[in-house]
C-alpha cells in the first residue's frame, strides 16, 4: 500500500525501510567506514537481520547461495575498501541467473577525482556482470531506484543489480512521499511470458512425431520452479528428462523418466549414451554451455537430430545448436500450455510407458560395487557420495565445487525431492565456493546443510569456519583432501601429456585442529567402514561438524569427465563412467 503522508527521513532509514518493504530478512557482508552511517539506523530501527562474514567474496557467494533457496533476490552489503572482493559471487550470480541486490557504500561522489583513499568507479567495475548499475545521488530517489533495482532483478533473465551508495547519502535527509514496495519484484522470477502460442502448437507436434525424444533442463527450470509442468509434459509424452548438474534436482532424480546429470560434468555413460542416440533434444532453460555439452560435443553430428530450445533468455536459444524451433518465455508458463494444447488436441493420446530406474540401477550398482583399489591412505569418494546418499535427510540441503566435492556427488547422490536440494558454482566454476554456499543455504533453510569442499578450495575461506560456527547453524563441512589442485592435475597429465604437473601441489595442513579452533565438532574418515557412521552423526549434531577424508587426485582414479575417461582408457588408468 502506498504511504502518501511526507515523512522525513534519512537515507540509511530510507533504504531499510524499502528493503523491510520487500519482505528482505536478511543481509550478508561485513563493515567499513562508508557503512557506518548506514548500520547506526540499522541498530536502532530495523530487525532485518545481518549475517556478518569474514570476507566479502564470501558474503557474495552467500547471498548467492540464498537466493538460490529461498526463491527471492538476496542482499548483499560491502563497503568500498572491499567493493572488489564481491566480484566472484556477482559473477557466479550473473551467469547462474540469480537475482543479487548489491549495495556498496562509497566515499563521497567525485572525491575520487582527489584520489580519495577507496574511490574507484565502482559502477564501471560492475556493469559488466550486473544487469543494471547506479549511484544513489540523493535521498529522495531512494525509493524509486529500489523499486527499480528489485524490479529489474527479478524480471525476465534474473540477474544482480548493483547499487553504489556514497556515504553522504545514508546521512542526507528528504520528505518521503513514496515510500512502497511492489509486491510481484519480492520473488522470482517475478512475470512469467508464454512462449509464442503458434510456436507452442509447432513444438508439440515435433515431439509427438519424435521416435526418441529428451528433454535436457538447466537451472532455469530450477528457477522457474518448472517441475510439475515438466513432469506433466514428460509423462503425457513419455519422453525421459536429463538435467545439466546446475538443473539437478529440477524432477526427482528416481522417477521413471530421469536420465539424471548429463553433460561433461557429473554425467554417466549411460546418460550421456542417452543423449547422444536421441532423434530430438528438446532444451530447457539451460544456456548450453561447454560444461553441460562436453565441450558441444555430447550430442554427437547436430545436423543429424532436431534440436528445440526454450528459454526466457533470447541470446540462449539457438545459440549453440540449430533449433527447429526457438520459444523465448518463462519455463513453466510455457510448459503448462503446452501440456493444455496437448490434453485439449490429444484427449486420448497413449504413449508406451518407459522406465529408466533399472538402466540407472545398474549404472549406480556398477560404480559403487566397482571396488576400484584406492591409492594407500586414501579412501573412495564414490563410498562417501554412496554412504551420504543413504542416509540423507528429505529436507537436507548439499552444497558442492568443482574437484572431487562435486564431480562424485554429482553423478551419485540422488535428489528424491524435486528442488534445489543440490547447489553449485557451474556457471563459473571458480574455488571457494561450497563452504560460503553453505552458510547462504543455512540462513534459508531449516534443514542440515552438507558442504562438499576441497583442500584447494578451502584455503580461500577458513576465516568464514567462525561465521559458520557463529551462526549456530546446522552445518557439515567435508574436506576431501588431496594436497593439489587436484583438477588441474587431471587436465595436465590426462589430456596434455604432461610428465609432471607444473604448480599444483602444496603442502599439508591439520585441518582437523584448524576446526577444533574454530569451534567445530570433527571426525576424519580413514575407512570406508567408517563412513556412514561419522556422516550420520555430524547431520544429527545441530552445530557446526568438519569432517576431513584424504581421497585421491583426479589424475590417480578418473572421475565423471568424458573427455578424461577417454584418455583414461587409452592409458589404461582406473576410471569411473
Excluded at 544487469?131 to 533473465?157: H, M, Q, W
Excluded at 549404472?363 to 554412504?387: C, H, R, W, Y
Excluded at 528442488?419 to 566454476?429: H, K, L, Q, V
Aim: aromatic share 8%.
Amino acid at each position: 500500500m502506498n504511504e502518501t503522508t511526507p515523512n522525513a527521513l534519512n537515507g540509511a532509514q530510507i533504504i531499510l525501510k524499502m528493503l523491510e518493504l520487500h519482505g528482505v530478512k536478511h543481509v550478508f557482508g561485513l563493515p567499513g567506514e562508508t557503512t557506518i552511517g548506514w548500520y547506526k539506523e540499522w541498530r536502532e530501527h530495523s530487525d532485518i537481520e545481518y549475517v556478518l562474514t569474514r570476507d566479502e567474496r564470501t558474503a557474495s557467494y552467500a547471498a548467492e547461495a540464498y537466493a538460490k533457496i529461498t526463491g527471492r533476490p538476496s542482499v548483499l552489503e560491502a563497503p568500498s575498501p572491499g567493493v572488489t572482493h564481491c566480484s566472484p559471487g556477482i559473477t557466479e550470480a550473473y551467469l547462474s541467473s540469480v537475482p543479487v541486490i548489491f549495495f556498496s557504500s562509497d566515499i563521497p561522489v567525485n572525491q575520487d577525482k582527489k584520489h580519495g583513499l577507496t574511490g574507484v568507479d565502482q559502477s564501471a567495475l560492475y556493469d559488466s556482470i550486473c544487469k543494471e548499475s547506479f549511484v544513489l545521488t540523493n535521498a529522495k530517489d531512494i525509493p524509486f531506484l529500489l523499486r527499480r533495482a528489485f524490479r529489474v532483478a527479478t524480471s525476465g533473465r534474473p540477474a544482480p543489480v548493483h547499487i553504489r551508495v556514497p556515504i553522504n547519502v545514508f546521512h542526507e535527509e528528504a520528505e518521503i512521499t513514496d515510500l512502497y514496495a511492489e509486491s510481484d519484484y519480492s520473488v522470482y522470477p517475478a512475470h512469467r511470458p508464454v512462449a509464442d502460442h503458434s510456436k507452442i502448437k509447432a513444438a508439440v507436434e515435433v515431439l509427438l512425431a519424435a521416435e526418441k525424444p529428451v528433454i535436457v533442463c538447466g537451472q532455469g527450470g530450477l528457477i522457474s520452479k518448472a517441475t510439475d509442468a515438466l513432469l506433466e509434459l514428460a509423462e503425457l509424452l513419455q519422453i525421459p528428462v536429463g538435467t545439466t548438474t546446475p538443473g539437478k534436482g529440477t524432477i526427482p532424480e528416481n522417477h521413471p523418466l530421469a536420465l539424471r546429470v548429463i553433460g561433461g560434468r557429473g554425467g554417466m555413460e549411460y546418460s550421456n549414451r542417452y543423449v547422444r542416440e536421441a532423434d530430438t533434444v528438446f532444451f530447457i532453460g539451460t544456456n548450453t554451455d561447454s560444461a553441460a555439452t562436453d565441450h558441444w560435443k555430447l550430442y554427437g553430428d547436430p545436423n543429424a537430430k532436431t534440436f528445440m530450445h526454450l528459454d526466457i533468455a533470447e541470446a540462449h536459444v539457438g545459440n549453440n545448436f540449430p533449433v527447429k524451433i526457438g520459444l523465448v518465455g518463462d519455463a513453466r508458463a510455457s510448459l503448462e500450455y503446452m501440456v493444455e494444447i496437448i490434453k485439449a488436441d490429444h484427449p486420448t493420446l497413449q504413449r508406451d510407458e518407459i522406465d529408466l530406474n533399472p538402466i540407472k540401477k545398474t549404472a549406480l550398482d556398477k560404480v559403487f560395487n566397482s571396488n576400484i583399489p584406492m591409492p594407500e591412505g586414501t579412501v573412495s569418494p564414490v563410498k562417501l557420495s554412496q554412504a551420504l546418499d543413504k542416509i540423507l535427510p528429505a529436507n537436507a540441503i548439499v552444497t558442492s565445487e568443482p574437484g572431487v566435492s562435486a564431480i562424485y556427488p554429482s553423478a551419485l547422490l540422488t535428489i528424491k525431492e524435486a528442488g534445489r536440494r543440490y547447489i553449485t558454482n557451474y556457471s563459473m566454476g571458480a574455488l571457494g565456493y561450497s563452504v560460503p554456499a553453505a552458510l547462504g543455504a543455512s540462513y534459508a533453510s531449516d534443514g542440515p546443510i552438507i558442504s562438499f569442499t576441497g583442500d584447494g578450495s578451502f584455503g580461500f575461506v577458513m576465516g568464514d569456519m567462525e561465521t559458520i560456527r557463529r551462526s549456530n547453524k546446522n552445518v557439515t563441512v567435508i574436506l576431501t583432501r588431496n594436497d593439489a589442485f587436484g583438477w588441474i592435475r587431471g587436465e595436465a597429465l590426462l589430456l596434455d601429456d604432461v610428465d609432471e604437473p607444473w604448480s599444483t601441489d602444496f603442502g599439508s595442513v591439520d585441518y582437523i585442529k584448524l576446526a577444533e579452533a574454530f569451534g567445530f565438532k570433527t571426525a576424519r574418515i580413514t575407512s570406508e567402514d567408517d563412513i556412514e557412521a561419522i556422516l550420520q552423526d555430524a547431520i544429527d549434531h545441530p552445530g557446526a561438524s568438519f569432517i576431513e577424508m584424504m581421497v585421491p587426485t583426479q589424475d590417480k582414479i578418473i572421475p565423471f569427465v568424458p573427455n578424461w575417461v577417454r584418455a583414461a582408457k587409452a592409458k589404461n588408468l582406473p576410471y569411473f563412467e
